[in-house]
């Protein structure tokens, strides 16, 4: 069976050997490799690559790209995103569900270390048994913070290895690592609403997909709208499947930003309307700009969705 920490632990371990390279920094926390990816540090493309390519399990790798539209005169990188293993990286390692404390400024985790800890209430534990039994983990953790010692404790205890075996990345929402991180999850972003929608994950073949990266930006609120922003309105996801073509006919005008009442607005000005509040926000919200799905088995190709260079331009010039 694969173990998606033992091969994602393999590229934390690069970082902690050339922090300088990466321009992270390693901390020591009651045994646990705590890395500055992006809070204090400034971190780099290539710790967002790496970081990015610790969620998707190190099964894949990703790419950077430039973005084939001009959004307010502006050429802007893309990230290419590829998934071989769509479900287990996906709903597995990617999701970013895992709230350490809930509340208003929870540490919102995500990473191979989730299978694992295996939470209750996460929908992947409930479709699969895998259960990677590997001795070393691997997590993320988006904040604007470090965390504390109590916190770097509780991960130790949910993902029962060694604390020395403990490798926890974290970056905030306004670095470079987190905005490539999180615009690589186009795929996730499609995946979860084929799952609200019913659709029969095991007729997956593959995924990929790009996205545009934001301009980063260190104010917490605008680095978060603008991070949903191009998930909502400037990323593609493509899926190979492998069924009868009345399961996509089904689904695929269902999954697509463009569906959702509020669509048209940034994600800064619904997430306010809706008291700040995640969960408040209505879940077709949360789904890509664009999805196309191809059918091997007929070879028909399915699309819905469309890019929206509009509001991107105004979700990256808002600065207040």
């Not at 790798?61 to 990230?79: C, K, R, S």
């Not at 490539?180 to 499609?190: G, K, L, N």
């Amino acid at each position: 069976m694969i173990s998606v920490n033992s091969r994602a632990v393999k590229l934390a371990k690069k970082l902690v050997s050339d922090p300088e390279g990466y321009k992270v920094k390693v901390h020591n926390v009651l045994g646990a490799n705590v890395i500055d990816c992006g809070v204090e540090m400034p971190g780099s493309w290539r710790t967002a690559k790496l970081m990015t390519e610790i969620l998707y399990g190190g099964l894949n790798e990703i790419t950077y790209e430039t973005f084939p539209e001009m959004i307010d005169g502006v050429y802007y990188n893309a990230v290419h995103v590829y998934s071989d293993n769509v479900v287990l990286q996906q709903a597995g390692c990617n999701i970013s569900g895992w709230e350490l404390k809930p509340g208003k400024y929870a540490p919102v985790l995500a990473g191979p270390g989730r299978t694992l800890a295996r939470k209750n209430g996460d929908w992947f534990s409930k479709y699969s048994d895998y259960e990677d039994k590997h001795h070393e983990a691997v997590l993320t953790v988006e904040m604007g913070r470090m965390l504390a010692e109590e916190e770097v404790e509780e991960l130790i205890e949910a993902v029962g290895v060694d604390a020395c075996n403990l490798y926890i990345l974290v970056a905030a929402s306004g670095s470079i690592a987190c905005s490539v991180q999180v615009s690589a999850r186009i795929i996730e972003q499609t995946l979860h609403r084929l799952h609200e929608e019913r659709f029969n994950l095991d007729n997956i073949v593959e995924a990929h997909g790009f996205c545009v990266i934001p301009p980063v930006i260190k104010d917490d609120l605008i680095a978060m709208g603008r991070l949903n922003d191009v998930l909502i309105y400037g990323g593609q996801s493509t899926f190979t499947v492998d069924c009868e073509d009345e399961e996509v006919e089904k689904v695929i005008d269902k999954i697509t930003s463009d569906k959702c009442s509020m669509y048209g607005s940034s994600f800064k000005t619904i997430y306010q309307e809706n008291g700040c509040d995640f969960y408040r926000v209505p879940m077709e919200m949360y789904s890509p700009a664009k999805t196309v799905i191809i059918n091997q088995r007929t070879g028909r190709v399915f699309k819905a969705g469309k890019l929206n260079l509009e509001i991107l331009a105004k979700s990256f010039a808002d600065t207040k």
